[in-house]
């Protein structure tokens, strides 16, 4: 209480010394000054009545994963990771913070969601925003000019988190890039191929994948009279209509990006255009597209890609479409987006936090849309390197966190159960006092590979012993007793069928193995 009486004092003595100096009419640095001293023995006094009430909580955009998530997680990841494996891709890791130098100018009206550390009177350092730069980057300073990579790593964004639709502030990402100089299109029509048996294999319902090319896109601003200065911004509001309707993304080019009504109704006429390979040569014999140098050099590709994709089997799920046209800057050729058009989510209970959010959260929950995401940037190496040598990339991006969402989803809403640990027996005991030899035989699993646990208890009973195995979903029990001791078998429990079998100690391995495989 004297401490407190001794800071209020100090409160009082340091108001009287501000009001003086304003009085006075002291300079603002002087005045700040002793303001901020003021400030400083208020929060003293604040701190010890305990009116600074810490929350305790995540920060905005971010989430906690509990043990079953983290199982549905690793289960996407081992799914992904053994697709990127199948194609010969190796891995590689970069700082989560780069040189805020190498980020900017990269991502076009993206560019605001950078977030930007704190200066520590040293380099100007940002998060990363994605991994394709950092590869980019990694390509120029170690001079590769051939590489098939995957990277699995959190990226981060100072957006506006839509948590229940699995938009976050920090995310995984999972890139897929081929980086040389190879023939058109096949390595494009391979990361096509990866998205489709990714998303086949995570068995998330319908989806198509929709591609165009960027040369295109510039082709058709062109031939529709879009001042080349305003290619990129407008390209930004075009890439707005899988959440806008036609009128408001022409309402943006008109009012706000300054775009003739004449120009913004032929873009519209285009960018209604769906298709295959049937589009891209309707396109090359149309009056003004194929004027177009940039223009026809993409649809070439195109069709090129499609006579691919049909080798690949995949050609049923993709569609040509002009109105895609992804924001960021560095993509200089073919783009594509996975969609799931509506997941094939069955109603899950609405979280506190759909419920508490803003209207139609909860309505939102399975309305995933795009869930991976690519092209080509044959040009975003070459601007790190000294020399501008390029080296020509087309990589891929998997949206994990929408993915996650949509599994948990399925999880929750089916009452599955998720196992969270690969434990395969425990090690139990029918009597007391044999806990040394429960440790024992554990140790000889332990030792030959086996996933064994055992309760931490000196004379556990039986019966909690088998219920633990029920609740962890572990399928075997192997049960000591004296007389099994004695006869150097164990008993070996099926926890499902609840059969039982005595199994010599020097056969015990072997038989968990065999039983463990056959499930």
Request: glycine letters at 8%; aromatic letters at 6%; a negative charge.
């Amino acid at each position: 209480m004297a401490e407190k009486a001794v800071i209020c004092e100090a409160i009082k003595a340091q108001g009287e010394v501000v009001r003086k100096l304003k009085a006075e009419k002291a300079s603002k640095d002087q005045i700040d000054e002793e303001v901020a001293k003021l400030l400083q023995l208020k929060a003293q006094l604040g701190e010890d009545d305990g009116k600074h009430q810490f929350v305790l909580k995540t920060a905005k955009g971010t989430r906690d994963y509990n043990p079953k998530q983290m199982a549905i997680r690793e289960r996407v990841f081992n799914i992904i990771i053994g697709c990127f494996k199948r194609h010969g891709a190796e891995t590689i890791d970069t700082p989560v913070f780069e040189l805020k130098e190498t980020l900017t100018g990269k991502y076009g009206e993206d560019s605001k969601l950078i977030y930007d550390l704190k200066d520590q009177g040293g380099e100007l350092l940002s998060l990363r925003y994605d991994l394709t730069v950092p590869f980019a980057r990694y390509l120029a300073m170690n001079k590769i000019t051939n590489i098939k990579r995957y990277h699995i790593a959190k990226v981060y964004r100072r957006d506006n988190p839509a948590m229940t639709r699995g938009r976050y502030r920090e995310f995984y990402q999972c890139d897929f890039d081929i980086a040389g100089q190879y023939d058109p299109m096949i390595p494009d029509a391979e990361c096509l191929k990866i998205i489709h048996e990714i998303l086949s294999e995570l068995n998330l319902g319908d989806f198509r994948i929709k591609v165009n090319d960027r040369r295109i896109l510039d082709g058709m601003f062109a031939v529709c009279g879009v001042p080349d200065e305003k290619f990129r911004t407008i390209c930004s509001t075009v890439d707005k209509l899988d959440k806008m309707s036609w009128e408001d993304v022409k309402n943006e080019m008109m009012n706000e990006k300054g775009l003739s009504e004449e120009a913004a109704d032929q873009i519209g006429e285009y960018v209604s255009k769906q298709g295959g390979m049937d589009l891209a040569e309707h396109l090359l014999q149309d009056p003004k597209m194929s004027q177009n140098k940039q223009a026809c050099a993409g649809l070439t590709d195109i069709k090129q890609l499609f006579s691919y994709l049909q080798l690949f089997n995949v050609v049923d799920k993709v569609v040509f479409d002009l109105s895609l046209a992804r924001g960021l800057d560095y993509y200089t050729g073919i783009i594509y987006e996975a969609v799931l058009p509506q997941a094939d989510v069955p109603p899950a209970p609405v979280s506190m936090e759909a419920q508490n959010g803003p209207a139609g959260a909860a309505e939102e929950r399975v309305s995933v849309g795009s869930v991976a995401g690519g092209g080509r940037y044959d040009g975003l190496v070459g601007m790190f390197d000294p020399k501008g040598r390029k080296v020509p990339c087309v990589g891929v991006s998997i949206g994990i966190e929408r993915i996650f969402s949509i599994m948990e989803q399925k999880a929750e809403a089916s009452a599955e159960k998720v196992r969270t640990t690969e434990v395969q027996v425990l090690v139990a005991s029918a009597q007391k006092n044999l806990l040394e030899e429960r440790l024992k035989l554990t140790n000889e699993l332990w030792s030959s590979g086996i996933k064994a646990e055992v309760i931490y208890k000196k004379n556990p009973k039986l019966l909690s012993q088998l219920q633990y195995c029920e609740d962890s979903g572990i399928p075997l029990v192997a049960i000591l007793g004296e007389q099994e001791l004695k006869d150097g078998v164990v008993k070996l429990r099926t926890v499902a069928t609840r059969e039982e079998m005595d199994v010599s100690r020097t056969d015990l391995i072997k038989e968990i193995r065999r039983r463990t495989t056959e499930a």
